[in-house]
């Protein structure tokens, strides 16, 4: 009735926008992302007729409103796959990130994936990762990859069979290194990506994402760093003309985000180093490079007056022992 798991939270690559079902949280096309560690989302659940209603509680804090409803749709998802008498109990879920939320490097992915790899340990459901992917897509769809972890494809669909996430062999997590440029601003995704088929470019971009899909895929196969990461700047930059081009205008992006883009791109043309940026819909970024070349570029992002980390590539949701437990 109780379990723990944790996840690492996702950095897109090519990434969904907009949702043909906010309910199920179905795509309109396939997206594909790499999980980052040692970053996580550390999760605890119990179902137990101790308790008198479902309770949710993320890094301290109890949840309610809309926060509340995306986390008992995980819940109800996983009661719903379940033949365990103990599930109609109330249920507990307490969750601790070991990186800053809401400034746009992919908790809501982490905490979805952990969330639903403790419910379907403690409501015995016997799945396997692609299955529970279905279980954390309702809570966000970017969480799919992260129950899969590494390189992952979510593909789309309009049924639980099709819309789940799969892994892509791929040998580029041996060599690749994430510099973190942080910058707290942060907007609601869920909002983006609810106004998102209202933007006169978003037409284009579907047309556009399932040869950036295919392209993607193939490079992540042939371990071409540079061919891979090229591609997740480009549609950093063609979300970001989504985004901003919806009824509301939403501009994630900030002064120093643009001052590590120009230095990003300084180091490459300049210097001749393997260097990328990416960002999600908030204003941190990714810095893809190389081990080689991680401390030059970790300095050079630095130097762009913001904080920063070095993640590596993390693997898929885990169970973790009872000693892990949160409560």
Known sequence: MKAT???HPIQGLVKYHGMRDEIERLPYHDSISVCTAPSHTRTTVEFSMDYEEDTFVVDGEELDGRAYERVEAVVEK?????????TVYPVRLESENSFPSNVGLGSSSSGFAAAAMALAEAAEIDASKQVISTIA???????ARAVTGAFSQLHTGLNDEDCRSRRIPSDLHEDLKIVVGLVPYHKETEDAHREAADSHMFQARNAHIHGQIAEMRDALREN???RAF???????????ATTMTGPEGWIYWQPATLAIFNRVRELREEEDIPVYFSTDTGASVYVNTTEEHVDEVEEAVADCGVSTTVWDVGGPAKLLDEDKHLF
């Open 5 to 7: 798991a944790m996840a």
């Open 78 to 86: 996983a009661r719903s796959l379940s033949d365990a008498a103990h």
């Open 137 to 143: 897509r309702v809570g966000s769809a970017s969480a």
């Open 224 to 226: 071409d760093f540079d």
């Open 230 to 240: 090229e591609l997740a700047e480009h549609d950093s930059l063609s979300l970001a």
